[in-house]
């Protein structure tokens, strides 16, 4: 072998002493990414095995490392403001107690469905049982009682007037009746669609099959009802009493095909007045209803102009049992009967009569007394509107326990000749049960009201009158006047002075409460008089 020179040794040594700083510099660089500078952590090489180990530094100085000290607080000069005492944090419980399970499951099933029936009668059941069937399997147990889902009311969200949207929406709102309607309403009484367009019967077959109990149904704006529908319903749910189509459009041969199917056990019937109303009255008036005891027929949003002629006696014939028979802002009159014709047999067990309306009316003395000459049991009548009907024709009723008396003419006293005398007839006629009374726009005088009003405070054995509602806008009624009856009347809630000529300036309002009363009679009783 050849000797090596000194000088190649000297490279050699300096070479590998560039390496192994080469090599000690990127393992330093490994190292630094692996655990860097300050983290606590040390890196040991054994062999082939590498070994991270945490910091052996005492922990007070690893602590004061991380932390920098905090500047000292100045010293504030004045009394001293003693130091809130410390809370004490609730200690934790035990591994071996667990957590605590919450009152909602310590509450007994029973009682849970009484809570939620409360608020369900307050609220309705959507969305709060939805809501609450969600919080815990307790809740929702309880939220699944088929009594809580009894009423019902089920409307689309509205997205606008595209008809697409509207349609995509009940699509799907459809699809999570198909499991809600097997599952929670079985025991449903009440039922109420509303703004539904074209996916009605798909619904209401639902509620056929799995619905029996159902009594009330009401279409509030929908379309697309046909015969086919209400004759599957009225066949399926055999407690179906009442029915409400008011704003809906549905076509009189499908509400007169319900009636011959379900008109037996009819009780309600709630109609908004069009050109097919005819025909629906004269399935009524062929008897199919004979157990009806509510008829209300109203216009839509768009008032109609064409009259409606009524026969008064048939209807009496054919629904003897009529409590409610309202027919509302409708120009209406019923149909002459002959010369030498008997009476009809009235509605004997009539309570409800309103013909308020406010355009003309052709409602007149003789026509009430067609109406309500054998009605005993009459509480309220509302003849808003009527401004042919006098107190002389009112006081010729049979009815003596009327409790609401509305006789408000609401801009329609100008150029009508109205009766200036007669208002003591109805105070002295109903003053023991009256409890509303409004006969604002009335052209009375003066004398006549005060006469009329001061039956109120002459009442005898001590009774107190009933009345708490009182309606004078628009009227001649005085100070003196209005002082008498606030005084004589203690339980008047509500008093109506608007537009009142005679009382003075800034009492000439409406007053709505008890102690809104008060301050009137107050002020009538202190204030200066003013002719205005």
């Known amino acids: 072998m050849a000797p090596v020179s000194s000088g190649r040794v000297r490279r050699r040594a300096l070479g590998s002493k560039r390496a192994d700083a080469r090599a ?13 500078r300050g983290s606590g952590y040390h ?27 905090r500047a000292p607080r100045p010293l504030t000069r004045g009394p001293t403001v003693a130091a809130k005492p410390r809370v004490k944090p609730r200690p934790e419980p035990s591994p071996d ?56 009311t089920l409307s689309p969200p509205l997205v606008g007037r ?44 639902l509620v056929s099959k799995f619905c029996p109990r159902l009594t009330f149904l009401k279409l509030s704006d929908c379309h697309s009802v046909t015969a086919d529908t209400l004759v599957m319903l009225a066949k399926a749910c055999h407690q179906l009493h009442s029915l409400d189509l008011h704003h809906s ?43 009806l005891q509510v008829l209300e027929v109203s216009t839509g949003m768009s008032c109609n102009s064409t009259p409606l002629q009524l026969p008064v006696e048939a209807l009496q014939k054919a629904c003897p049992r ?32 309103c013909l308020a309306g406010s355009t003309c009316s052709f409602v007149s003395n003789e026509v009430l007394g067609r109406l309500l000459h054998c009605s005993p049991k009459l509480r309220l009548l509302d003849l808003r509107g009527c401004a042919r009907i006098t107190p002389a024709g009112l006081c010729d009723l049979p009815c003596q326990e009327l409790e609401q008396l509305y006789l408000g003419l609401y801009g329609m006293s100008d150029g009508l000749t109205l009766a200036k005398k007669g208002s003591p007839l109805l105070t002295q006629k109903w003053y023991h049960s009256l409890r509303e009374l409004d006969i604002s726009g ?10 009329a009003l001061a039956v109120f405070s002459g009442t005898s054995g001590g009774l107190r009158p009933a009345l708490c509602s009182l309606n004078l806008r628009g009227t001649r009624v005085t100070p003196s006047t209005v002082s008498s009856v606030i005084s004589s009347c203690p339980g008047l809630l509500y008093l109506n002075l608007e537009s ?33």
């Open 97 to 152: 107690q667990g957590p605590d399970s919450g009152w909602g499951d310590r509450i007994p099933l029973e009682v849970l469905v009484h809570i939620f029936g409360l608020l369900v009668a307050a609220h309705g059941p959507m969305p709060f049982l939805g809501r609450a069937a969600r919080v815990c399997r307790r809740w929702h147990e309880a939220t699944s009682h088929p009594s809580l889902w009894h009423t019902v």
């Open 43 to 69: 890196l040991l090489q054994a062999d082939s095995m590498l070994l991270v180990l945490p910091d052996l530094e005492p922990t007070r100085a690893r602590a004061h490392r991380r932390a920098p000290r």
């Open 249 to 291: 459009m549905v076509e009189s041969t499908a509400v007169v095909s319900f009636l011959e199917e379900a008109g037996s056990r009819m009780q309600k019937l709630w109609l908004t007045y069009s050109s097919q109303t005819t025909a629906i009255l004269g399935a009524l008036l062929g008897s199919c209803c004979p157990q």
């Open 500 to 532: 009142c000529r005679c009382l003075p300036r800034g009492l000439k309002r409406a007053y709505r409460g008890l102690e809104e009363v008060q301050w009137c009679l107050e002020q009538l009783l202190t204030s200066p008089l003013s002719s205005r």
């Open 24 to 36: 000690r510099s990127a393992e330093d660089w490994w190292w630094d990414r692996l655990a860097p």
């Open 322 to 353: 009529l409590q409610v028979l309202r027919l509302l802002n409708l120009i209406w009159l019923p149909k002459p009967c002959g010369r030498g014709v008997p009476q009809g047999p009235g509605f004997p067990s009539l309570e409800e009569l």
């Open 442 to 451: 009335q052209g009375f005088s003066e004398k006549d009201l005060e006469q």
């Open 162 to 205: 595209a008809a697409k949207g509207n349609l995509k929406a009940e699509k799907k709102l459809l699809a999570s009746l198909e499991w809600l309607i097997p599952n929670r309403f079985s025991q449903l009484q009440r039922l109420t669609l509303i703004h539904w367009k074209s996916q009605v019967h798909p619904v209401l077959e």
